[in-house]
């Protein structure tokens, strides 16, 4: 760690940075701050004097410039959703909050993107889109508070992955304030540019540690035309991962979403969830929600009605449902947004958000629960997510009636455990969610040596005194 760097300012000057938004917007009350420190699983707890909430892109460039030049450290932080402690001022940083920044600039339709502040709320975004009809698919359970900013800054993956791309492969344009104050204006509309090394890549997926982004052009897609989604039960991930590849090659519509889940994390959301219905009679022991999309307005369900009997009779699917409206779908969506929340009042829940090649991923599953079951008995596996970008949230609940502490006591062990099964299957331990500060150490144990190299050099390169969210990811 820098020797100079100051963590927690004194008085006078958290003065000064409060002068650069105004008082009305440096916040150091406890109560307003106190949302701000936590994060959702109540994981870490953090602490600040200060967060300041600029207004501008001039405002948030003010701030670096103060804090690089007294090596002040600065923690940015959007919807707080964050999964990996990034956004948590762990050591009293200052935190950025974004949230202000909260301007839709423009959606231009003919150009298919759409200019947004960081702040902008994903959902808004979302909106923004389907008012001239079209669709920015980022999709994820925390869309209704997550941040463009975030969602950019973490390289996001989500439901919509699958068919359109992880964040990075949805932002054509960014706007950054770099470590020293100065802005960098990549805020094009242009999907071929290569005037030199393509730069707002470094950005994405940098969890805030290389500078702060302000504003981003994100790619829009034209809106579908019929939307067909269905709740079907299969035999086993194996079945799950040949019924994906059946769908891609058989039906002339995209294939928009597909998320693995196995009965147990169903049963916490009967038993937990708010507005759960079992869409299937029975219980099965995994369930696939499938969305298929299409321009063509007609025809699609047929198609996927027929489709799902050959499938019965491959033995590929044992049951399905084929939602009869909107509503129904929304409510299978519903219930697969729900996971994180209803595995909360089951007790610990140590996670892995892996990913390891799609035809690896039943092998995976099978392997890391019996290995983490003889690990600790009791436990409970309960994977669920996005099987066809390979990647599995393979969280392990604690046993029934086992103490949380001790059980979350073993989170690295746990890791390890799983992390080995990963790596035999040369997959990644952080798929989806970032480093942040809870992969920091494992980082190190996996990460190919001359990458971590370069990382470092480039961290030193944009952020010499080290100012921009230490103690994350590197
Ligand atoms: P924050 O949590 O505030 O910050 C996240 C990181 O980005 C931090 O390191 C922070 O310092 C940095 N940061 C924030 N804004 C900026 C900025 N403007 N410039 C630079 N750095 C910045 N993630 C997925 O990938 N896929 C999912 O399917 C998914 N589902 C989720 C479901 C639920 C219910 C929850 C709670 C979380 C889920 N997440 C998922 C994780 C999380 O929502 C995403 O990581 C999201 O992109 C974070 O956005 P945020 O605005 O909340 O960022
Ligand atoms: C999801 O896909 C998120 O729902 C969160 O990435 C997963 O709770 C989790 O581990
Ligand atoms: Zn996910």
């Known amino acids: 760690m820098n020797e100079q760097l100051r963590h927690a300012p004194k008085p006078e000057l958290l003065t000064r940075f409060a002068a650069i938004v105004g008082d009305k917007y440096a916040v150091s009350d406890a109560a307003t701050l106190a949302p701000h420190l936590i994060e959702g699983r109540g994981l870490y707890q953090g602490r600040t004097a200060m967060m300041l909430r600029p207004g501008s892109t001039e405002e948030v460039a003010a701030i670096l410039k103060l804090a690089n030049e007294t090596r002040t450290a600065v923690v940015p932080q959007g919807g707080n959703t964050g999964l990996v402690g990034g956004q948590i001022p762990f050591d009293g940083e200052i935190i950025l909050s974004m949230t202000r920044l909260d301007k839709i600039r423009e959606v231009d339709a003919s150009s298919n993107t759409m200019t947004c502040e960081a702040g902008v709320v994903l959902q808004k975004a979302q909106e923004a889109a389907s008012a001239v009809g079209r669709l920015f698919p980022l999709s994820l359970g925390s869309e209704g508070s997550c941040t463009i900013g975030g969602n950019l800054s973490t390289n996001a993956g989500g439901t919509g992955a699958l068919a359109y791309g992880i964040a990075r492969e949805l932002v054509v344009g960014v706007e950054v304030v770099l470590a020293d104050g100065r802005i960098m204006h990549l805020l094009r ?5 290569n005037t030199g090394y393509d730069l707002r890549h470094i950005f994405v997926g940098a969890e805030g ?46 294939v928009t979403g597909f998320e693995l889940m196995i009965r147990e994390i169903i049963d916490f959301a009967l038993k937990h969830g708010h ?65 994180t929340e209803v595995q909360k009042p ?56 086992a103490d949380t502490a001790q059980f979350l006591a073993r989170w690295t062990e746990v890791n390890a455990v799983v992390d080995k099964i990963v790596l035999k299957h040369h997959g990644s331990i952080s798929a989806e969610h970032g480093i942040g500060k809870l992969k920091r150490e494992s980082l190190v144990k996996v990460k190919d040596p001359v990458a971590l190299d370069l990382m470092r050099n480039l961290k030193h390169m944009l952020d010499p005194n080290g100012i921009m969210n230490p103690g994350k990811v590197l």
């Open 346 to 401: 089951e007790g610990g829940s140590i996670k892995h958000d892996v990913s390891v090649p799609v035809a690896a991923v039943p092998a995976f599953l099978e392997e890391a629960s019996a290995a983490v079951t003889a690990f600790i008995p009791g436990s409970r596996p309960v994977p669920f997510g996005h099987v066809g970008d390979g990647n599995m949230h393979f969280n392990v609940s604690q046993p029934i009636g």
């Open 189 to 193: 509309k242009l999907k071929k540019d």
């Open 275 to 339: 507005n759960i219905r079992d869409p299937l009679a029975g219980k099965h022991p995994w369930y696939v929600l499938m969305e298929v999309s299409s321009q063509q307005p007609d025809g699609l369900r047929d198609e996927v009605e027929q489709f799902l009997a050959d499938a019965i009779e491959q033995d590929l699917v044992i049951d399905a449902t084929l939602a009869a409206n909107l509503d129904q779908a929304k409510s299978f969506w519903h219930l697969r947004h729900t996971l």
């Open 209 to 254: 540690t290389l500078g702060v982004i302000t504003a981003a052009v994100l790619k829009l897609f034209p809106q579908p035309r019929a939307v067909e989604t269905a709740f079907i039960a299969v035999p086993s991930p194996d079945a799950a991962v040949k019924l994906l590849n059946l769908a891609q090659s058989r039906i002339s519509g995209t």
